[in-house]
């Protein structure tokens, strides 16, 4: 049985971290964190709001 690439990436927040900056790790702009805000409605319910140890889950571009 073969599994199916994932369509994304998984990262853990660290302290201080912001969907601003995990934006602009993967995808090299901040300006695209809604992403990750709309791939993951039940870990961030408040874009302004993320905690160090949930995973966000990261589309692939």
Do not use: C, F
């Not at 971290?17 to 039940?42: C, D, F, K, M, V």
Request: hydrophobic share 35%; charged share 20%.
């Amino acid at each position: 049985m073969t599994r199916e690439p994932q369509n994304y990436l998984e990262h853990v927040v660290k302290s201080g971290e912001t969907l601003w900056a995990i934006s602009t790790q993967h995808y090299g702009s901040g300006n695209l964190y809604h992403r990750l805000a709309a791939a993951n409605p039940h870990t961030i319910p408040d874009p302004n709001v993320i905690r160090p140890g949930d995973i966000v889950r990261v589309p692939r571009a």
